[in-house]
């Protein structure tokens, strides 16, 4: 009897092992900046040629078992019209979808700004979600902006920010950027104590890069959200677009990654696919998005 039940316990450890290591590991794909728009190329912005770089990224991420693809903002570069050319290609993807709003995305009608975010599949403009003990935050860094905010309410808060952040001279401090509201940091707070209470770690998307002091694609309000975050050793990356040439660097334990836009080469392709483990995030580079590995500390 004592043999068996050693057995049963051994065969339930080996069990909780194996289920525990399926549990940490998983795959997502990420693409920043199609950019698309039916546009001759500008330098080297090349609008029209951003759908077949796109599919064939997309045909690419759909040979892999990936948990969800996200793109990091700007699927459009103007017009609403353009959506209907980039949405089929997207939603040929066999993975789950996320978007990020991009300030591109709102260079629309501004009787059809309010229209954006459901025509790209969103609930709501900033949102979360969970998998494998991951809580993926991604933020709207257009809620307060001179393209994306609608009400009369975020307009004045963008005013008030806007004026107040341009007495420091920072180079990020132009009407392209944006910025994130009071409601929507305090919305993060409450995200970050809730994913700390239930031991969970933590990455942020986000179209704006917030990581280096000084760079000019920077959201406008980094620094208040830079202080929001420093308190929380869970949060381990935030990912971001915007900045076409991309950018890395590891700010107080976090990973500062800014992948590489689609649009600003005529075939090269600029994708990824990321890997979550237990203690890494390696980073599969496509065309000229580098690989590299990610340490979690």
């Known amino acids: 009897m004592k043999k068996i039940f050693f057995f049963a316990i051994v065969l ?3 069990k909780s092992n194996k289920e525990s290591n399926e549990s940490t590991d998983f795959e997502i794909g990420i693409i920043a900046d199609c950019q698309y728009c039916d ?9 029209k040629q951003s759908t077949g770089k796109f599919k064939s990224a997309v045909e690419k991420l759909n040979t892999k078992n990936l948990d969800y ?8 570069d103007r017009n609403f019209e353009s959506f209907d050319t980039v949405l089929p290609i997207w939603n040929s993807l066999k993975s789950e979808k996320y978007h990020v709003l991009g300030n591109h995305d709102f260079s629309v009608s501004d009787s ?7 025509k790209m599949g969103l609930k709501n403009r900033y949102y979360s979600f969970i998998k494998n003990n991951w809580r993926f935050i991604v933020l709207d860094g257009n809620d ?8 009369n309410t975020k307009k004045k808060e963008t005013d008030s920010l806007f004026n107040l952040l341009k007495k420091e001279n920072e180079p990020n401090m132009q009407t392209w950027n944006g910025g994130l509201s009071s409601n929507q940091l305090q919305w993060v707070k ?22 280096r002091n000084g760079a000019g694609h920077n959201l406008w309000n980094y620094k208040q959200f830079l202080q929001l975050i420093e308190s929380y050793d ?13 950018d890395y660097l590891e700010k107080s334990k976090v990973h500062h990654l800014t992948f590489k836009g689609m649009l600003d080469t005529e075939n090269t392709l600029a994708f990824a696919t990321v890997k979550f483990t237990k203690d890494s995030i390696f980073i599969k580079g496509y065309g000229r998005e580098p690989s590299r590995k990610l340490k979690i500390n």
């Open 234 to 246: 869970n949060v381990k990356f935030y990912f971001n677009g915007h900045n076409h040439d991309g």
């Open 69 to 76: 693809t996200i793109h990091l903002g700007d699927f459009i």
């Open 144 to 151: 307060l902006s001179y393209h994306g905010a609608i009400s």
């Open 112 to 118: 059809l700004k309010s229209l954006v975010p459901a």
């Open 190 to 211: 409450e995200q970050l104590n809730e994913a700390k209470n239930k031991n969970e770690r933590v990455g942020f998307y986000c179209h704006f890069p917030t990581g």
């Open 39 to 47: 546009c001759e190329t500008q330098g080297n912005r090349f609008y």
């Open 12 to 14: 339930i450890a080996c």
